[in-house]
């Protein structure tokens, strides 16, 4: 459904997006990953046809990024999204149906299918007087009124109470069922893992990590194994070189170790003052320890464009990785940037060509 193939975006001698290649399925959650100007938002835009590459080829839905006509196939939910403060829900949800031509009939079924499941009550309220959350409603109504086979939501549930914000996810995954493929990026790394089926991770322009959200903690994180006694292990030289710490948890004492073999260890040194192992019990890394792990790591500078010979780094067995379908689960370095001088997002009520995005 959507192909990116050595995107690149520069600004001046500022490398924006180099050289990044991924493709998102039909029926798929995808989700863009990463720090504050790691090249989120910069991605969005090219992929919805709002920022024209510098180089490299993007699909959507089987058009080129930049055809008009890709834009009736695509629904796009901007990080700040202003409305027309003026207007009711109902007829600025309307008037865009207009511009997309959409018949009124077919117009106010959609319209209303949408508000009822996003639960948005007071549709005949001025958008000016309602709260953030029904804001966010109905801009994420906007994005469906011509019914899309794409959707690229920057930032759904930003800033909304915890029930808004289950509403938005649950109406996510809800989309993905019927078929609709979402982009989907958020800061907030327990949102991605609950929608997304697979994932990038950015920093600083460049793709670091892809996959699966199982993948990518397989390959970047590491299951400790968390073992509770009923006495303080003794210090052993084992202990020493697995530099486990014990602490005191109630009556129990718990030591964290890295693999089921460490277990032994803590075991025997239990023993050793007479107590014993009374509970084991796994922790997976989180994606967030898992970003936070990856992001932190050194990274090619971004001022000289083309970084090198080519402006991308290497694969973790040197080789360049491209993001193919074949190797989808593979880790990346391939290069994408943020908002250089675009300067983050939307400041203005959206106009037609914006609800197409």
């Not at 460049?206 to 970047?220: F, L, P």
């Not at 202990?239 to 710490?245: H, I, K, S, T, V």
Request: net charge negative.
């Amino acid at each position: 459904m959507i192909e990116v193939s050595g995107l690149r975006k520069t600004y001046g001698d500022f490398a924006a997006v180099v050289d990044s290649d991924f493709a998102v399925d039909d029926g798929e959650v995808f989700g863009i990953v990463g720090p504050n100007g790691a090249g989120k938002t910069t991605t969005l835009k090219v992929v919805a046809g709002l920022v024209e590459p510098t180089d490299g080829d993007v699909t959507v839905a089987g058009f080129d990024a930049a055809d008009p006509e890709m834009r009736r196939h695509l629904g796009f939910l901007p990080e700040e999204s202003p409305l027309y403060e003026e207007m009711t829900a109902l007829s600025y949800l309307r008037f865009f149906a207009d511009l997309y031509d959409v018949p009124g009939e077919v117009a106010d079924e959609r319209i209303g299918a949408a508000l009822d499941r996003l639960e948005l009550d007071h549709r005949e309220r001025r958008l000016g007087d309602v709260s953030k959350g029904m804001k966010r409603k109905v801009a994420i109504a906007r994005s469906l009124v011509n019914d899309p086979d794409v959707l690229v939501y920057d930032e759904p549930a930003s800033g909304l109470d915890p029930v808004t914000t289950n509403s938005v996810l649950a109406f996510t995954r809800e989309l993905r069922e019927t078929g609709k493929t979402v982009v989907f990026s958020a800061h907030n790394l327990y949102h991605v893992e609950s929608v997304c089926d697979r994932v990038v991770v950015m920093n600083e322009g460049r793709i670091v990590a892809r996959g699966s959200v199982d993948g990518i903690r397989e390959r970047h994180g590491e299951t400790t194994y968390r073992v509770f006694t009923d006495a303080e292990p003794a210090a052993t030289p084992a202990l020493d070189d697995l530099d486990a710490a014990t602490e005191e948890v109630g009556d129990r004492y718990r030591t964290a170790v890295p693999s089921m073999d460490s277990v032994a260890a803590v075991r025997e040194a239990v023993a050793d003052v007479g107590g014993e192992v009374v509970d084991i019990r796994s922790r997976e890394p989180s994606l967030e320890d898992v970003f936070l792990d990856i992001v932190g790591r050194p990274m090619p500078g971004r001022y000289t464009v083309g970084g090198g010979a080519d402006g991308r780094s290497d694969g973790d067995d040197g080789s360049s990785d491209r993001g193919t379908d074949s190797d989808r689960d593979s880790d990346e370095t391939s290069d994408d940037d943020a908002n250089a001088s675009e300067g983050g997002e939307e400041t203005t009520p959206a106009t037609a060509t914006e609800a197409t995005e």
